[in-house]
């Protein structure tokens, strides 16, 4: 199970503790374009990708907004699960995936009974907290070309399987400055 070596990797576990978690744990194989989450719904649960990609998003003025991506190997969570408010964000598959993941009653016991499970959940959100501010100082008042290449360097491996109009989003430029970007000769180095 990779979501227990990733959460181990962010701090020991317990026997006891990955043995709990090993019998919470939900799985579920979800297609291509499938949603885990409409806007205005309350997150039940926080995911794990074990393979695949999923985007974080929401819509204003009936234009989507990427948020973020969840890679294999990562946290996927609406921002109003640790709250259980509605939220405008969707969590979306964008290739054909599968996730572990817990609700949020399993959550709340699983903290009770297990204090380094709290730490381990304050860990996760303290590194979703410092991704979100190195995008945001990577694209904030920078030239495309500048978001672009950052994005490159950041995700080396990845970028190319975000699909160009979620990608443009994320970065906040158009699908058609994102065309440009990828077929200038400097850009494909």
């Given at each position: 199970m990779k979501v227990l070596d990733y959460?181990?990797?962010?701090?020991?576990?317990?026997?006891?503790?990955?043995?709990?978690?090993?019998?919470?744990?939900n799985y579920l194989d979800i297609r291509k374009r499938q949603y885990l989450l409409?806007?205005?719904?309350?997150?039940?649960?926080?995911?794990f990708v074990e393979?695949?990609?999923?985007?974080?998003g929401y819509v204003i003025d009936d234009k989507s907004i990427s948020a973020s991506f969840s890679f294999e190997g990562e946290i996927c969570a609406c921002p109003g699960f640790f709250s259980q408010v509605s939220m405008l964000y969707s969590i979306q598959a964008l290739e054909d995936?599968?996730?572990?993941y817990i609700q949020f009653h399993q959550y709340r016991n699983l903290i009770h009974l297990f204090p380094e499970f709290n730490s381990v959940c304050r860990?996760?959100?303290e590194e979703c907290r410092d991704a979100e501010y190195k995008r945001m100082r990577a694209i904030w008042m920078h030239p495309t070309q500048a978001?672009?290449?950052?994005?490159k360097q950041?995700?080396?491996a990845d970028y190319h399987r975000i699909p160009g109009k979620y990608l443009a989003s994320y970065l906040g430029m158009s699908t058609v400055q994102l065309s440009n970007l990828r077929n200038t000769p400097m850009s494909k180095k």
């Open positions: 959460l181990h990797a962010k701090q020991p576990l317990t026997a006891e503790l990955r043995d709990c978690l090993s019998a919470e744990l409409r806007p205005g719904r309350v997150p039940t649960s926080i995911y393979n695949g990609l999923l985007m974080l995936s599968s996730v572990s860990r996760l959100l978001r672009y290449q950052w994005y950041y995700r080396p």
